[in-house]
């Protein structure tokens, strides 16, 4: 997607433990593309049982908006449906902002070109009354130092991404490619694999 | 140099190249995949005209979204039926062996691997679901990915992986009655948090795991995820050898003694290292349940909800317990409840069963709860007909489905009411796992059917000898 640097108004949703039933429900799993999914991104957090929008959730209210998703800590645990990470990036999000993301759910979203940035709670607090009370207030997000800033107080801080998939993100380069340019390795271990 | 865990051994094998900073290219020994998650991945395929790499490592079933009656008519639900018509055109264009919904072997992907003998102690195994944690118990590294990584997998049987770390948890002692392996993966989640081993590959160990069944080890290891971490393994020993002995797909004749020699081979050495250990008595255990919306919001059933969370912050605690319709300092036995689900990956084996019929023979449901019993394959199913249990089920008022993964997760047409209270065997209490504002108490197979039995949230020790 040749992303390296983004400043953006922020969405905030400061609830710990958002598991990928809350950001896609399993009974909306059922497209077999991967289009679309963000209509129904935090479904039951948003639309009430006859499908009206809920005026309290965030993405209902017009006061926020922006590409960046600040959410409490361990944010996407649960399921591995890579559709809660096709879900937040269709609906407009590039990065998701958070004190600790679950495994499966950071891994998904770097194979989509969605950007988890992990900061201390400190800092994730600090953003989220940031954002809270100003909703204009911008971040910056800077891939290629690996830095995120709050531009309202102007603070900083260092985001970790492996090397690799840095590179991936920043070339569009994706992990078939990668694995298949040493085929000849994969035969080579199945030629000496010991299957009973 | 220290020894090798378990863990190391069976990573260490199955290592096809690596180099500093990039994650290492792992080989895949064996690969499920099902409806939901793989129809994206073909179409990744198409698009790159490539073929299925090893054809016959993958194998296919449908289990999440296929009802559980009236299997051999058409799937109602439109998108349903198309996902699982997907799964066949995919299976068929690429090769791949599927068992396909009325196929004898169909059933819960995570059920059938282990019953066929396809599972086997020092692999590597991936599905494009979480709980594919469960065939840890014997001993191999199986984790849950992604879509994209399916793609991966089925183009080049090898996923990128960095190596995670390694946590030893322990548990010695012995359990008392009416307490079991689901007991105590709920117990050690409470004590971890929800996100307590994210990072981590586990090992369990101690008496209290190796005097388990391989059906308890799979409850065990099925429910790591739920901790964030993304395995848990058991190694594997008679117990795992005796299981697996004339299984379809186990090693035969010769390459059987040669399979259980490497096995024995595969057992953490004594001085080997693990980055953190964590151990605990199997005594402390009570039979446990969740009162919260993650499975480590638990607590034993004598106890009463905590004032603030033990894990998360107060806030989440009031979001969990608004949504759950409960207060804090609230004792959860004598709860009314309204639905009792029996199935999952996490306990729909047959010894599930065999354990809620030997506790429910003679006796009823309460009136007024439904109770819906999921065998969590055609396998368990025909097996559990054969020892008589379904008659043991219908006498007790008990509605004994067909295989699927059913009420777990809400996308089939198995849904517990919004409101309504289920006990649950199965392994996530998230809001809405079950159904759109369905409320969810998971606890072991035992303690479902004493809460079938009672129609209230109920100590099964005080129901048994």
Known sequence: MGF?????TAVPLPIENIDTDQIIPARFLKATTREGFGDNLFRDWRYDSNDQPKADFVLNDDTYSGKVLVAGKNFGCGSSREHAAWAIKDFGFAVVVSSFFADIFKGNSLNNGLLPVQVTDTFLNEMLETIESNPEAKITVNLETEKITNESTGKSES????????????????????????KESIEAFESKRVVF | MAGKTLFEKVWESHVVSSKPEYPEVLY?????????????????????GLPVLRPTQTTATADHNVPTINQHLPIKEELSRFQVQKLRENCEEFGVELYDLGHEKQGIVHVIGPDLGLTQPGMTMVCGDSHTSTHGAFGSIAFGIGTSQVEQVLATQCLLQYRPKTMRIEVNGTLGKGVGAKDIILYIITQLSAAGGTGYFIEYAGSA????????????????????????????????????????????????DKAVAYWKSLPTDADAEYDRVEKFNAEDIEPWITYGTNPGMGMGVTQSIPDIAVNGTSKDMTKALTYMGLDPNQALQGKKIDYVFIGSCTNSRIEDLREVADFVKGKKKADGVNVWIVPGSKGVEAQAMEEGLDKVFVAAGFELRQPGCSACLGMNEDKVPAGKYCVSTSNRNFEGRQGPGARTFLVSPLMAAAAAVTGEITDIREMIA
Not at chain 2, 32 to 39: A, Q, R
Not at chain 2, 222 to 250: Q, V
Request: net charge negative; with cysteine.
């Open chain 1, 4 to 8: 390296t640097t983004l400043t953006s």
């Open chain 1, 159 to 182: 985001f970790e991404i492996n090397a690799y998939k840095k590179m991936c993100l920043i070339k569009g380069y994706d992990d078939i490619d990668y694995i298949i340019s040493g």
């Open chain 2, 28 to 48: 895949i020994d064996r690969h499920y995949i099902h409806e939901v998650t793989s129809p994206q991945a073909f179409d990744g395929l198409r698009r790159r």
């Open chain 2, 209 to 256: 795991i190796t005097s388990l069944s391989m059906e308890a080890r799979m409850t065990i290891c099925n429910m790591s995820i739920e901790m964030g971490a993304r395995g848990g393994m058991i190694a594997p020993d008679e117990t795992t050898f005796d299981y697996l002995k004339g299984r379809e797909f186990a090693p035969k004749g010769e390459n059987w």
